[in-house]
Structures are given as C-alpha cells and as structure tokens.
C-alpha cells in the first residue's frame, strides 16, 4: 500500500470515527511501516522494533502488535504439535459450554440483536465444531512407490466476527484455526467488541 493511500485512510478513518464519537477525531500520526515476514503478519518484532507485545489477555489497540503476538503463537504452536492443538481445542469447547449462558446475555446487552436463548445455543454447540479430528494424513501405495499427504497450516488468520453472534462466531473459528495450526487476529464488529474482548481473555 503506498504512502499516499495509506495517509488517506487514516484520515477517512478518523473522519468517521469522530463522527461515530460525536466530536471531531484528532488525526493519527502516520506508524512506521511493519518489517517484512513470510506470513505478511509483522514477523518477530513490532513496527517499532520493540518484542511482541501481548495486550492486555490476548487483547490489542494496535493492529501491528496483535499480528507480532499472532505470529510469535503460530511457531509455538508449530513446535508444541498436533497434541497441543487438540488440547487448546478441548479448552475453548468446555469454555464456550460452560459459560453459554453468561456469555449469550452479556453479547446480548452489548449488541441488542438476536435472541438470548439463539445465542445460549449457538455457544453450546460449538462442541460439534470439527477439531484436529478432522486433520487426517492419508497415504497410498502402489507399483511406483508411496505417497503421504498431509495438511500443513500457514501461518495468521485475520478474521472479523459479526456483529449478530461475536463470541460463538470467535470461539468456532479458534477451534478450527487452531486445529489446522494455525495462529488468528480477530478484528470484532464495533457493536459487539467488548463481548469479544471478554472471550477471548478468559481463552
């Protein structure tokens, strides 16, 4: 993204923030550009140059820094293994069950969409979400020798969660993000944010 398209965003940005907030939003100062990585996420370090930071639980003001920190759990993730993924899996479904019904009316006040009992559910079965499970190598023999193939993750997600069901839509897509492998930055509606926020810093 060039300079000039990236200033004019960060004014768009700002202009309409201000106009959400009420009153006229001071402009950013423009962020140093993020250092290159393989996974286009921030690589080892923050714009600035500084270590991952990890936010506040799992939670982030700066875009930059929650891909540092995304990055940073992807290749602890790689090394941990398959057995890890599947017990962050286990974690997050006895979560979402266990706090299906606080959760849905907490999102429910937040974003006054929906149903209370839709939302209860929707948490609940999120234990049917497919897991590591799922992730099966399969392997072939024949007259010209043997082929295995395997799935392999790839690095961040970045997601964006509705506003209509943000944490079940949250706690569904870490078990098969995290499944797969792979790390994810969640960007959550404005109108249920707070609710996502809560979620994912009792995960």
Not at 55 to 71: I, L, R, T, Y
Not at 179 to 184: D, M, Y
Request: glycine share 12%.
């Amino acid at each position: 993204m060039s300079a000039v398209n990236e200033a004019l965003i960060r004014d768009v940005v700002a202009e309409v923030l201000g106009r959400l907030g009420g009153a006229p939003a001071a402009k950013p100062a423009p962020a140093a550009p993020a250092p290159k990585s393989d996974c286009g996420c921030g690589g080892k370090g923050a714009a600035n140059g500084a270590p991952g930071l990890r936010g506040k639980f799992g939670v982030f003001q700066d875009a930059n820094e929650a891909c540092v920190a995304a990055h940073e759990a992807f290749l602890q993730l790689q090394k941990a293994g398959v057995a890890a993924r599947a017990k962050i899996v286990e974690i997050v479904k006895a979560m979402a069950e266990a706090n299906a019904e606080s959760w849905g009316k907490i999102e429910l006040e937040e974003s006054k969409i929906g149903r209370l009992d839709h939302k209860i559910e929707k948490l609940k079965i999120i234990k049917l979400v497919p897991g590591v499970d799922w992730i099966r190598p399969d392997g072939r023999s024949g007259d010209h020798g043997i082929t295995l193939e395997e799935y392999t993750p790839f690095g961040v997600v970045g997601a964006i969660t509705p506003s209509t069901h943000s944490i079940p839509t949250l706690s569904g897509n870490i078990v098969n993000i995290v499944a797969a492998g792979n790390a994810v930055v969640f960007n959550a509606h404005p109108s249920a944010s707070k609710c996502a926020a809560l979620a994912v810093g009792a995960y």
